[in-house]
């Protein structure tokens, strides 16, 4: 059970007793409502994940969820040393990656290093936040310059810390259930079509997840994630093909955006993919209408910057130049 406690709290006198809250709660904090009191009633408050998603469905904004700063859990045990950092010439390596991404394709921020820390491997030295964070939201603070750790206990979203094998899934996710109360599919077996298909990492099977800035690797990254517009997404398709020709048989179904189709895909297939977000990320973060989402394994990324490297000379300038516009 995460060890971060919530107080949770209705107010009666705006709660319309609906029972949204009861029908959306992913690990069922709150009872159904009974026959003499139509307000919902905390059963299993211990259970909270803080993942806000009661709070954002009540029409009337009736409840709050706050953290108790007391319970924040101390996920490095004394007896416990940390993960040795990186290897200089890594760091520095990684350092002219994000360089060069900057610098031929003009992003605005940085890529994003990503690490899944498994089951008995230790902890690098990174900052763990106080409360949860849903991991798309950690994704979008390192691009901003955050480095963070996020152990299960500090994972908002039930959803993607099971997709990325922090924790057991859920039954109302299991199920398709929550997605069909969202109204995001039309049925149940649509549903749990969606849920079935989409790939999972053995429950307990990593222990934290780790996003930094590329230009500050705290560990050898799994993954690395680019947000950037659709003509520097474009950039970066070919230059993973640069070398090959091959095209992309890329895998994007605007659900489980940052967990699955950023990370979880390229972990697993050891290829490059793309995604367009999805509605947690969109709703949970600041992330732009215009931003698509790059998942490259880190171990195809010195080909990827080779081939971004010969596009630059040539090909990107003539395309950004318009040189085939005709002039007036």
Known sequence: MPELQYDISVDSMLCTGCGLCTDFCPVEVFTDQ???????????????????????????HAIEVA???????????????????????????YVEYAQTL????????????????????????????????RYCQSLMAARRGQSILLPVD????????????LSEMPKKLASGELYLLFHKL???????HMALERPMLPARSIRATLVTPLERIAAEPDVVAVFANPEQVMWLLMSSSYYSGARHDLHASGYNAQCVETTLIPYQSGKLNVSFGCYGCRAASDVSDDLMFVGIPAALLPEVIKGLK???????????NKIYLPVS
């Open 310 to 320: 010969e596009l630059g000379k040539k090909a990107i300038p003539q395309s950004r």
């Open 154 to 165: 500090k994972h908002a979203c039930p959803d993607g810390t099971s997709i990325l094998g």
């Open 34 to 60: 009974g026959q003499d009191d139509r307000h919902p009633q905390i059963r299993q408050a211990e259970a909270c994940w803080g993942c806000m998603t009661c709070v954002g469905q009540c029409p009337v």
């Open 186 to 192: 039309d049925s149940i077996e649509a549903a749990q």
């Open 67 to 93: 953290a108790r700063p007391q319970s924040v859990s101390q996920s490095l045990a004394p007896e416990q040393t940390h993960a040795l950092p990186p290897a200089p010439e890594s760091r520095r390596q």
């Open 102 to 133: 900057k610098d031929i394709l003009g992003l605005r921020w940085s890529a994003v290093a990503i690490s899944l820390i498994k089951a008995d491997d230790p902890l690098p030295d990174v900052p763990i936040p106080h409360g949860r964070m």
